[in-house]
């Protein structure tokens, strides 16, 4: 296991939450990485575990790396393969096209990730047959200890597996990827982005799409005109509650007419 979020931690936000642990890495032997307690964890058991902290590392998320915020882990499935040339799939049962991650590589690859965890820790399977991702899911993890995310490759995971752990599938659309890592660091952002401090204005959360059911109005700034297209005037009156309800005016129309699922959801809630 490689802690790639610990080598990013000697802010002063960090000061008195580390304690120090070798790395396996013999590359990272001279270094001593801190192993942060008490924050918000993404641990991701992946055959490319070099492809993190990836977009992560940046913007926001990144520098809420840096702070010690959170922290990011990766478990290289390859280290549990079987045999010489640590293999880790093998062909489908029944037959068909492509090769299944097995089942006695990734079981000890998850036992490995969990080791430690509490009960208010999750583990979820990135596929394509999964729930969707929403922002209520984002919530619910951003107020959990941590989360494990298992990235699929391949044609997928032996059954066996997910049923034995219990293993939660989410999926980020209706399509396919060549794998999970995409799909773990979107779902990484989203949540991290919910985490205290990370964006430092706690209203940005609030007031964005999917918060309060509906997707966000539009935004402008600077310059007041531009291309001939003007800021629409009530934005520049200074009286807050006719921009608030225009706010919430353009934000009920662009779910009305962009989002009919989300829009019927609103009124359902509305109504009761």
């Known amino acids: 296991m490689s802690d790639t979020g610990g080598k990013h931690g000697n802010s002063q936000r960090s000061l008195g939450r580390k304690t120090i642990r070798p790395s396996l890495k013999p590359r990272e032997l001279m270094t001593p990485i801190p192993d942060l307690k008490g924050v918000w964890a993404a641990r991701i058991i992946t055959l490319f575990p070099n492809a993190f902290p990836g977009v992560l590392g940046e913007s926001l998320t990144g520098k809420a790396l840096q702070d010690g915020l959170w922290k990011l882990e990766t478990i290289d499935l390859r280290d549990f393969g079987i045999g010489k040339h640590r293999n880790v799939d093998d062909t489908p049962a029944g037959g068909g096209a492509g090769m299944v991650l097995r089942a006695d590589v990734v079981g000890p690859a998850i036992e490995s990730a969990q080791a430690g965890t509490g009960p208010n820790w999750p583990l ?23 989360v494990t995310l298992l990235c699929g490759r391949f044609e997928g995971v032996d059954q066996r597996v997910l049923d034995h752990y219990n293993v939660q599938e989410v999926s980020l659309g209706d399509f396919v990827l060549t794998g999970g890592e995409i799909a773990a660091q979107a779902l990484i952002d989203a949540t991290v982005r919910l985490l205290p401090d990370v964006l430092g204005n706690a209203d940005s959360t609030v007031e964005e799409s999917f918060s309060g059911g509906l ?27 006719r921009i608030r309800d225009w706010r919430q005016m353009q934000s009920e129309e662009i779910t009305r007419t962009r989002r009919p699922d989300l829009w019927s ?8």
């Open 215 to 241: 997707l966000e109005h539009p935004q402008y700034t600077r310059p007041a005109t531009w291309q001939g297209h003007d800021i629409p005037e009530v934005l520049m009156s200074g009286h807050h509650g």
């Open 265 to 272: 959801g609103f009124q359902e809630k509305k109504d009761t």
């Open 124 to 146: 979820i399977y990135l596929s394509p047959r999964g729930k969707p991702m929403t922002q209520a899911l984002m919530q619910k993890l951003a107020r959990a200890d941590g």
